[in-house]
RNA sequence: GUCGGUGUAGCUCAGUGGUAGAGCACUUCCCUCAUAAAGAAGUUGUCGCAGGUUCGAUCCCUGCCACCGACACCA
């Protein structure tokens, strides 16, 4: 058994969580349940990016502190993580001065006393509207070109970071996939300007910023966002009091992220991690966005689709399926009531739900609904391509191309459909029965297996479907095992 | 500007140096266990444009066009 550690990325607080995140959750959640399924000992991480400008911005807007207004989001956050169905192991906020401070300090002194870190005085251009600097080449007619002002000269002196001592093993690393970027396109994307990278500002003076950690020892400066939020991986972990949960889980094996944020997590972080004598992480997989009609998810245009109107319309499992099974992992995606719903009765209610009922009645109106199942009776033919069909899965999902693990999964449903009919056992029950037993032995082979592989997907459905067959998912051997079905109104009734 | 990606059926996309594929949609047939579901057959393509290499290019090379992304200490 072998351990498993992954995280998505924390959300920023400056509102409420958008479908986007919703995604990134979901995502990490299939491939945590799969981990688990397999028996790795796993641990699943999310959880609040709550400090910096923007949010002290959004809390004085709505007329509260700043711990207050993030406290508020962050329950929003968990209920959205409930709804959702997620089975993260913790959650971990930055603005828990338990919990995660004492990290980012200890990180910081760390990099510090390696002589990473130097003051520097940095005179600049910078837009208020941006609340940072911005640079001559960006300015079009000396004005921002985003917010039509003028910038300020101004001189600050920060912290800067030697990201340029870690380049070439990053690189070197990045390369070998030592630390592996899925997909290549994102891997190439780094290589191609990790030369070009400059050194980092790791800090703001106070007056600035007062909404954030410390600088330790020097009451003038406060963390900038890297060691302030990327340092959430290891103080969930309990990094600062050396926990075993640590020693345990850390390197991470995956951080799943938005390709907004590549750079830091594939640079910035390792090159932190370096300096400290940390691990790396293995992998780090970065998903697309999602446009909703064609169009960019934005609150100006308001087309944001709100994830839990969505759940409460629909259902938990049909979100989840219509985000993993339409918007391939690591691409962007579309969104769309027509879609969904396309995907919801050709896929759910045509295929899955209706094998599953179809599989089940005949048992109950035929059989009085129980069957003694003999593994004997399995064809080859039937074995043959599920085998064939579960390797591919695990080969998609160790790949993170969780769409196409789904693919797979209703092209093994479409198969069932295909040999129901094909062996019409409804037919056969009106002059052999044991060529009934027969069918019906391999059609729930066929579902049984169908309901494992969704676990990690749909686990409310997965759970249906067992129940639905009368399964025992924690009997070790299916071999007499007697099904008891229960038939009910079926798990997707079609949209009209 | 630099780097990268994409362009294939009505839609979403797979794919290979040798007669173009899947799903959805559409048409016809068939079944009746099932959620007006399932199954079978079928229709639709100058594989972005123009050149080149090759016996042969949708695939390799060059140029062009269109769209998109990264190169900004916004998180």
Known sequence: ??????????????????????????????????????????????????????????????????????????????????????????FIRTSDQKRHWPTAMKIWQLIEQNGDLSKKKYKGLYCVG???????????????????????????????????????????KIESDELKIVPETRKTEILNLIE????????????VLKWGIPVPNDPEQTQ??????????????????????????????????????LRFHALYFPAMLMSTGLELPKAIYVHGFITIEGQKMSKTVGNVI?????????????????????????????FSYKKLEERYNGDLANGLGNLTQRVVTLIDTKLNGELIYKYSLVEKEVKKKTEYIFKEYIKNIDNFALHEALGRVWELIGYGDKYMDEKAPWKAIKHDEAEF?????????????????????????????????????DVKSLDDYK????KTAGLFPRLQ
Not at 36 to 59: I, P
Not at 144 to 159: D, G, M, S
Not at 196 to 207: G, H, L
Not at 235 to 259: C, E, M, Q, T
Request: hydrophobic share 40%; proline share 4%.
């Open 224 to 261: 900038y966002v890297w060691t302030d939020a990327l340092t959430n991986y290891l103080s969930a972990l309990g990094y600062a009091d050396n926990d075993a949960r640590f020693k345990k889980y850390w390197p991470a094996d995956v951080h799943l992220i938005g390709k907004d944020i």
């Open 306 to 334: 709100d994830p839990l109107e969505l759940i409460k319309k629909y259902g938990t499992d049909v979100v989840r399926y219509f985000l993993l099974r339409e918007i391939p992992s690591g691409e962007d995606g579309d």
């Open 437 to 473: 037993l027969k069918i019906m032995n391999n059609a729930l082979y066929i579902l049984y297996n169908v309901a494992w592989m969704l676990v990690p997907f749909l686990p409310e459905t997965a759970d249906n479907i067992f129940n639905a067959m009368g399964a025992d998912r």
């Open 196 to 207: 070009d990278a400059e050194d980092v500002s790791f800090s703001r003076s106070r007056s």
């Open 483 to 486: 099904f008891k079905v229960q």
């Open 1 to 90: 058994m072998s351990k498993f550690y992954i995280t998505t990325a924390i959300i920023y607080t400056n509102g409420p969580p958008h479908s986007g995140f919703a995604f990134e959750l979901i995502q990490a959640d299939v491939l945590a349940r799969y981990r688990r399924l397999l028996g790795d000992d796993t641990f699943f991480l999310t959880g609040t990016d709550e400090h910096g400008s923007t949010v002290v911005k959004a809390a004085e807007k709505a007329g509260v502190e700043p711990q207050i207004f993030v406290d508020k989001i962050a329950k929003q956050v968990q209920e959205l993580i409930r709804i959702l169905n997620i089975s993260n192991d913790d």
């Open 130 to 172: 941006h609340e940072s600097f911005i640079k001559k080449t960006d300015l079009v007619n000396g004005v921002c070109p985003l917010h039509q002002t003028e910038p300020e000269e101004i001189e600050e002196e920060n912290y800067f970071f030697k990201l340029s001592k870690y380049k070439k093993e990053i690189k070197r």
